[in-house]
């Protein structure tokens, strides 16, 4: 892991954003391993792979056993045995991949060296094969067939082409077997595409899913699934997901409505509005509307609604239930091997943040639901914006989360949230997996995620 790079950022947010672990800039051997632990976990994938199953169309047990066969055929090259598709004891959409090796200790690199580039390592140490556009360098002798040992480049310090042994930072990812030459890579005109090295022996055991059963499952964050159950959409609700892209819980929420009702997606960039609607269209969902806008500038007090259409901006108290999953640091996504978030970046999500909420307020019916949800660990962004809510917003009040899969919300000096207000609150820890064992883990070991419910009153 390019440790420098991660407990630089984490060392900003702690300082910033934490204060009850200031304690960290200290020689504090309690608080120097609570950090050393956090960025363990953060540098490793859960332990679990998470799909959402598409149950407008499909039965659960029935997409199960099919990708229990789907597995069945994978790792028949596998070192480890299939591993067993599990049902999600609470949310009925969910399936769960248990990892049969979380340490990665047991597999040794072989000699020849490919290098990726930080978003391929991601990628793998989710499960993924490797793409052409990916790799950074390989072998000059390197042939298709040949096992390769793969490793991430961690710092961007490695050129495209580059045929030594790379000496910058880097992480064993695993070894492969190479589909593509080095030729095909690097010195044909044509630029390659497809996957360059099926992973065979991969550090961390997650299965490759990422074009199996396309229409019927949907590779999901646990903490995400559960927000879509808490906006909790109805048939015929009138739905806004104000910054919707790539799509996930957009199509989460068109499959609780029954693909029937109004269900808008908003996002700034074109391109990621594009990928709603093919992720949309997979899963064979025709009731989004997806339109490329700032959400900030989506509520106009004399805005009319077209009949026929929904185009931005909308007049106030359009919305029956409205999910606010906002742009943020996103210092709880894992695995993290690589970032360079300053303070300055740390500093400007806040204050965009209470933007996109002032505007899902006024967006947002009397009685009215509005879900807040973040993929950041940091106080300010979580916790600081519900305390910023309540008092800017009187009729907005915290309300009761179902399902509630998470701790509780987390307490500092700088808050005045009561326990009863922090209890309303969900926040996905993972780094209480190492000490904690009361509940299953697989609703433990997930990415650091928030949510918060809030229910618009009627006294406005």
């Not at 029954?258 to 899963?283: C, H, P």
């Not at 002032?358 to 979580?382: D, F, H, M, Q, R």
Request: with cysteine.
């Amino acid at each position: 892991m390019c440790n420098n790079n991660i407990c630089a950022a984490l060392n900003l947010f702690l300082s910033f954003f934490f204060p009850l672990q200031k304690c960290h800039l200290s020689t504090s051997k309690s608080c120097s391993k609570s950090l050393e632990e956090l960025l363990t976990i953060l540098s490793r994938p859960p332990a679990y792979t998470v799909l959402r199953v598409n149950t407008l169309y499909y039965d659960r047990q029935e997409v199960k056993q099919q990708l229990q066969q789907v597995l069945s055929k994978q790792y028949e090259n596998r070192k480890h045995s299939v591993p067993s598709v599990e049902e999600h004891n609470e949310l009925s959409d969910t399936l769960i991949i248990p990892s049969q090796n979380v340490d990665g200790n047991d597999v040794i690199p072989v000699a020849n060296e490919v290098i990726v580039d930080s978003l391929c390592a991601v990628a793998v140490l989710r499960g993924a094969d490797i793409f052409a556009p990916g790799v950074m360098g390989a072998p000059v002798a390197m042939q298709v067939g040949d096992t390769v040992a793969v490793y991430g480049d961690l710092c961007g310090q490695c050129r495209r082409g580059y045929t030594q042994v790379f000496a910058g930072e880097k992480m064993f990812l695993g070894n492969g077997n190479a589909l593509m030459s080095r030729s095909q890579l690097f010195v044909e005109t044509e630029k390659p595409s497809g996957v360059a090295i099926k992973m065979t022996e991969p550090i961390f055991d997650c299965p490759s899913l990422n074009s199996v059963l396309t229409d019927r499952i949907f590779l999901q964050n646990l903490p995400s699934i559960v927000a879509g159950h808490v906006v909790n959409p109805q048939p015929g609700d009138m739905v806004l997901d104000m910054c919707a892209a790539p799509g996930g819980k957009t199509t989460h929420l068109a499959t609780l409505m029954q693909n029937t009702g109004v269900l808008v997606a908003l996002d700034k960039s074109a391109g990621k509005i594009k990928r709603i609607q093919e992720n949309a269209a997979k899963l064979k969902l025709d009731m989004v509307k997806s339109y490329a806008y700032d959400s900030t500038k989506s509520c106009k007090p004399h805005a009319q609604l077209v009949e026929g259409t929904w185009n931005p901006p909308y007049p106030p108290g359009t919305f029956d239930r409205i999910l606010l999953d906002a742009p943020c640091s996103g210092l709880g996504q894992r695995p993290q091997i690589k970032n360079n978030i300053t303070l300055k970046d740390l500093q400007s999500y806040p204050p965009y943040q209470r933007k996109l909420f002032a505007t899902a307020v006024e967006l947002l019916k009397p009685g009215g639901v509005l879900v807040y949800s973040t993929c950041t660990i940091t106080i300010e962004e979580n916790e600081g914006l519900v305390q910023w809510a309540l008092n800017t917003f009187p009729d907005m009040q915290l309300a009761p989360q179902i399902p509630h899969l998470g701790g509780s919300g987390m307490s500092s000096p700088d808050l005045t949230l009561t326990d009863t207000q922090l209890k309303l609150l969900q926040r996905f820890n993972p780094s209480i997996v190492m000490t904690t064992s009361s509940v299953p883990k697989y609703n433990m070991d997930t990415i650091g995620f928030f949510v918060a419910k809030f229910v618009k009153q009627n006294n406005r």
